[in-house]
């Protein structure tokens, strides 16, 4: 397990986002990302989950409800990671993995897609 401190982890996290394309980037609609140390229990191998309702569910009745979440989870994270740049690249990967979720993609296309 590599060692890293939350605030650089969450520059990390920060970066991810930056990268996501101006287009794509343009098209997330109320959505709030967080960094945690620790997923809930019972799921310690969690690197990130999005809870709200996806793009592709909302509906003509959708308004005023609070924002979708992206939680990106540290400690599981550094613990499957060898190296500083192991980290950058599945601090992204996650990034971009829940992001997906946000725009209505499941699991198994990403999976297809290389985002397991």
Known sequence: MIEMSRADFEVLVSQALDEVPAELAALID???????D?????????????EGIPLTE??????GVLPDRITIYRNPTLAICETVEDVVDEVNITVVHE??????IDDARLHELGYG
């Open 30 to 36: 109320n959505v709030a990302v967080f960094v945690e």
């Open 38 to 50: 620790e997923p809930p229990v019972g799921e310690r191998d969690l690197l990130g989950i999005y």
């Open 58 to 63: 909302r509906g003509h009745y959708y308004g």
């Open 99 to 104: 992001i997906a979720h946000h725009f209505g």
